[in-house]
């Protein structure tokens, strides 16, 4: 027998009146026992009447509460303890009953009544109970200890003390004596129930399994424990198996509880479809989600009806299926399905909105999605999946300095390194990397993409086998124009990890940057096969679909001078090109219109020509061929045009036209015509730093040759989310070898020049966007023979996206310089269209 050290009886305090259900347990071990004390010492204060009353009326009490009436035993028995305040017997068993009837607080109140050194021990007992259901320990144990002291080798009292040290968190001493208990009655089913649910409070669901069993081996029908059975199974993640169980015995689970075992039978598939769904590849990898879906189907059309009453099941299954119709990318119902339950008077959970959250980002609504998060962090405010979100709402909302703000105090909130028991166990902590990550991704959208590379680049450096990372890096490459740099990490990305959605889709993108056109289309259909919902697949697909339209490119200028000059007192030029879609991937034909005008003094010039031409693109060259022909002049006129791109920084460009559109419209007034051959080179350093230098030649018809020599170097000196600075210095120099022409035609002259370029953004939203742009230039311009006067050139315009197929710019601009000694002042205008269809 375990011997337990006796602790003595405490009365000084009361706690909160909590109520609690007896268990079976305590009905058949003090049945039996209940109810013998002697009541002969009454005789002596009320007539012989009035004790045969109540003794009948004692006797219906037992009956009563062995039959399980417990509240109306407690009821009888009351009148009874009033009329006989000295009997203990009656007071004991007045007390166990209150318990047995829930009334723990009144039978608590009956301790200063009763003689507890003389009381039997199922009435000690009975009292622990009732102060363990009040949740007051200390009196409980102690209760238990002295019953435990007055039947030593009983079970019952040992079954009460381990239950109370189980319910005042004492695991420790509370093992010991149901190991003692399960050694001694190792077939005992009160000592079996105590074993369940020991186990259960420490979360030991297979061990209450195994105690169930056990139960169930000795009462195959015994129904408690086929119903912890069922539980137990429900918690240890498979309560469809536990339906099984419990449909085998009727009215086991009442509706409600059966309805609520489905829904997280739902559950349950729904979080293993979200597993089978971030790892597997294909449609295929949706089944689990598809089959928890259909499984709430139903509750979700409840859901939708504004008139139905949902249940406490259904209503769990519609807050999960918001999170599963998100995790299948079908956002557009997850949002839908959302906005009906928090239309509800019942708030909706925090995990449900910020799979709504998640919805709206993907369906670009941000300011909504950035909401919700918020939200759902009022509730859970170190939840960091919602935190990452939160950021990233915040930045496609253009709200970056916010954004960057979230990040940081993600960073300062998470420990770098988790799970440091040991040396052994110590390791990285993913949610760090992710929120490090979206640090280093930041600038990206904030329009400095070449700060987002640098930070990527060490961050990869430090984690080489993070493929996030890594796929970001390569993002970044690609904001800065090297696409074929990004398609060499993509490469090794794809190489560790085939079916990787994300870097599959930013390879795609990557390989139709740099015109690997068949390339780009096979892996675009790899990254289809493998997540075609995966958002850098759709914004390749979009990419693809873009590439593989009709293009229209329509740039006009028109002008008024004050003073004549090369280019007349009134001028236009337009110049059109329209392309077909792609034709066996590397291909487009186009069709070309040029008109220009300029009046002279001398009568009014015009150049008008069509043509039709064939362009070729590969990963090296972009080549086209034309054949124009003149609405005036009537003649045909050949144009090629070579660039050769041998890596992300260099392009080497040649050009010839038979008769030029860049022929003055003075020379064209005399019926002068012009060939005209160019090569150039241009370096590309980033997206914020480039330069270039071109040769070109221009023989005119009256035998007078050309000779022009150009470059310039370009630096974004700001960058930032509303506003840049672009700085261009340039220099611009020509000969030609015959004087005294009908056209404009120094024997030498040069223009060195600095413009800067101011651009803000209005607004921008994903693909659309509106800017405005102040361009200022300055320079001198030199004229042998004339000396040298100040160049100057002012404009203003907007830019308008209408969305990733129409492009819009328009402006106005001044400029000033001297011809011939003269200074000519022009006012113009300028628009420039490009147009996918």
Not at 23 to 39: V, W
Request: charged share 25%; glycine share 8%.
């Amino acid at each position: 027998m375990l011997r337990l050290p006796v602790v003595p009886i405490t009365r000084h305090y009361r706690q909160p009146d909590v109520r609690l259900e007896f268990g079976a347990l305590l009905r058949r071990s003090l049945l039996p026992c209940l109810f013998t004390a002697c009541a002969a010492h009454a005789a002596d204060h009320f007539p012989a009447e009035q004790l045969a009353a109540d003794e009948s009326a004692y006797r219906q009490a037992i009956a009563d509460a062995r039959a399980g009436r417990s509240q109306q035993a407690a009821a009888e028995l009351a009148p009874l303890v009033e009329r006989n305040p000295a009997r203990q017997d009656l007071l004991g068993d007045y007390g166990v009953v209150l318990g047995w009837a829930g009334q723990d607080s009144a039978a608590i109140d009956l301790l200063p009544r009763i003689d507890l050194p003389a009381a039997p021990a199922y009435v000690v007992q009975g009292l622990a109970n009732s102060a363990r259901h009040l949740r007051r320990y200390e009196l409980a144990e102690s209760l238990c200890r002295n019953a435990l002291v007055r039947a030593p080798e009983q079970a019952e009292p040992q079954i009460c003390l381990a239950r109370t040290l189980i319910d005042a968190g004492k695991p420790d001493p509370a093992a010991q004596i149901v190991g003692h208990l399960r050694a001694q009655f190792p077939k005992r089913i009160d000592v079996l129930e105590l074993q369940a649910d020991f186990a259960a409070s420490r979360r030991d669901y297979f061990g209450t399994l195994s105690a169930y069993q056990a139960i169930l081996a000795e009462e195959p029908e015994r129904r408690s424990a086929l119903r912890g059975k069922v539980m137990t199974l429900q918690r240890l993640g498979t309560p469809r198996l536990g339906l099984e169980i419990a449909d085998r015995t009727p009215g086991l689970l009442s509706p409600a509880e059966r309805a609520a075992m489905l829904a997280d039978g739902t559950a349950h598939e729904i979080r293993s479809g979200i597993i089978a769904a971030d790892t597997g590849r294909g449609p295929g990898r949706f089944a689990g989600l598809d089959r928890a879906l259909a499984e709430s189907d139903a509750a979700g059309a409840h859901a939708l009806d504004r008139n139905w009453q949902l249940s406490a099941a259904e209503r769990q299954l519609v807050l999960d299926r918001v999170t599963a119709l998100s995790q299948r990318y079908r956002m557009r119902d997850a949002v839908d399905l959302y906005e009906a339950m928090a239309a509800r008077p019942e708030p909706v959970p925090a995990y449900v909105k910020e799979a709504a959250a998640s919805a709206y980002l993907y369906l670009e609504q941000p300011e909504k999605a950035r909401d919700l998060y918020r939200e759902a962090l009022v509730a859970d405010p170190k939840n960091p999946s919602a935190r990452l979100g939160l950021f990233y709402a915040l930045a496609e909302s253009e709200d970056h300095k916010g954004a960057l703000a979230e990040v940081e105090r993600l960073i300062a909130d998470t420990p770098e390194r988790i799970d440091a028991w040991s040396a052994a166990t110590l390791r990285d902590n993913p949610v760090y990397i992710q929120a490090l990550d979206a640090r280093a991704m930041a600038p990206l959208f904030a329009n400095r993409p070449g700060e987002a590379e640098q930070r990527l680049r060490a961050l990869a450096e430090r984690a080489p086998y993070n493929l996030d990372i890594r796929t970001d890096h390569a993002s970044a490459m690609r904001a800065r124009g090297w696409p074929r740099a990004a398609v060499e990490e993509l490469g090794g990305i794809v190489a560790a990890d085939p079916n990787r959605s994300g870097a599959l889709g930013e390879l795609a993108g990557a390989r139709l940057e740099m015109r690997d056109y068949q390339g780009a289309a096979s892996t675009l259909a790899e990254a289809q096969a493998a997540a075609a919902d995966d958002g850098r697949v759709v914004r390749a697909t979009r990419l693809a679909q873009v590439h593989g339209m009709r293009e229209l490119i329509v740039d006009g200028t028109f002008g008024k001078s004050s003073g004549g000059g090369p280019i007349g007192t009134r001028d236009y030029a337009l110049d059109a090109l329209l392309y077909s879609e792609p034709l066996n991937n590397n291909y487009r034909a186009f069709g070309h219109l040029y008109s220009a005008q300029s009046q002279f003094d001398t009568g009014t010039a015009r150049r008008d020509r069509a043509g039709i031409g064939l362009e070729y693109r590969s990963t090296l060259i972009v080549a086209s061929g034309e054949l124009a022909h003149g609405q005036r002049d009537s003649k045909t006129a050949a144009a090629l045009s070579l660039a050769v791109t041998p890596n992300d920084q260099w392009t080497i460009s040649g050009a010839y036209e038979s008769s030029s559109n860049q022929t003055p419209l003075q020379a064209t007034l005399a019926g002068i015509d012009a060939r005209r051959a160019a090569i150039g080179a241009v370096w590309r350093a980033s997206e914020s730093r480039n330069a270039g230098v071109s040769y070109g030649q221009m023989n005119f018809s009256d035998g007078n040759r050309r000779e022009t020599v150009q470059g310039h170097w370009t630096e974004r000196l700001i960058a930032g989310p509303v506003y840049r600075l672009t700085a261009t210095a340039a220099y611009y120099t020509s000969q030609n070898s015959r004087a005294g022409t009908a056209y404009f035609n120094p024997s030498r002259d040069s223009a060195p020049t600095l413009e800067v370029t101011n651009e803000w953004l209005q607004w921008r939203r994903y693909t659309r966007s509106f800017r405005h742009r102040v361009v200022l230039t300055v320079g001198e311009y030199r004229q042998q023979g004339f000396g040298s006067g100040p160049l100057t050139d002012a404009r203003y315009e907007q830019e308008w996206a209408a969305n990733d197929t129409l492009v819009l710019r328009y402006g106005v601009g001044r400029s000033k310089q001297p011809y011939d000694g003269v200074q000519i002042a022009r006012n113009y205008g300028y628009f420039y269209l490009n147009w996918r269809f």
